[in-house]
């Protein structure tokens, strides 16, 4: 199954409309015997250009908003299937990358986006769904926190330790007693 990667640059018709002529103008002032202007020309339309690419590009995250709230669902949901499967133990912790490549995404298009949708970057956004598995998981009293942390995907349980600390402000064994 070959399957397309979603574009990470979604441009109106007035959008690719006024790229096209911002090419033009490059390729006339180009095309135009070189004098002492020629180069600071060039320069300045290339500058506009790419100007204009990064609004069209932030933009996108505003007039895709619906689009962008599925993958944010189905981002969540591959993080829900992933703490249910046996992936952590074989993979380890979930990683952006992974999950982008799971939705046909760059890596760093996709960390733009979960962060325009959630004010959070895809790496806080992991980290926090690992903090809320992990607080149901701490529950289970057969389980010592160590185990808790290798289901996780964690290598080193102390790690497990001063994430879950850094996010709640208690250790996980601390968590467990509190509750």
Do not use: W
Not at 89 to 97: F, H, Y
């Amino acid at each position: 199954m070959d399957i397309k990667p979603i574009e990470a640059l979604h441009l109106s018709k007035q959008e690719q409309q006024m790229v096209l002529e911002m090419f033009a103008d490059i390729q006339f002032e180009l095309s135009r015997p070189v004098d002492k202007h020629s180069k600071k020309v060039i320069t300045s339309n290339i500058e506009l250009f790419l100007n204009h690419c990064d609004s069209f590009y932030d933009r996108q995250f505003i007039t895709r908003e619906n689009v962008n709230k599925g993958i944010l669902e189905k981002f969540e949901e591959l993080l829900n299937n992933y703490f249910l499967s046996e992936k952590t133990n074989t993979i380890g912790l979930p990683s952006v990358a992974y999950r982008a490549e799971e939705l046909h995404f760059s890596a760093n298009y996709f960390g733009d986006l979960i962060k325009k949708e959630t004010g959070k970057t895809a790496q806080e956004y992991i980290q926090n769904k690992i903090i809320d598995v992990a607080k149901q998981r701490v529950f289970n009293v057969d389980k010592s926190i160590a185990q808790i942390a290798y289901e996780l995907g964690f290598k080193y349980p102390q790690h497990f330790n001063r994430l879950f600390k850094q996010r709640t402000g208690v250790t996980p064994n601390e968590y467990r007693s509190l509750n």
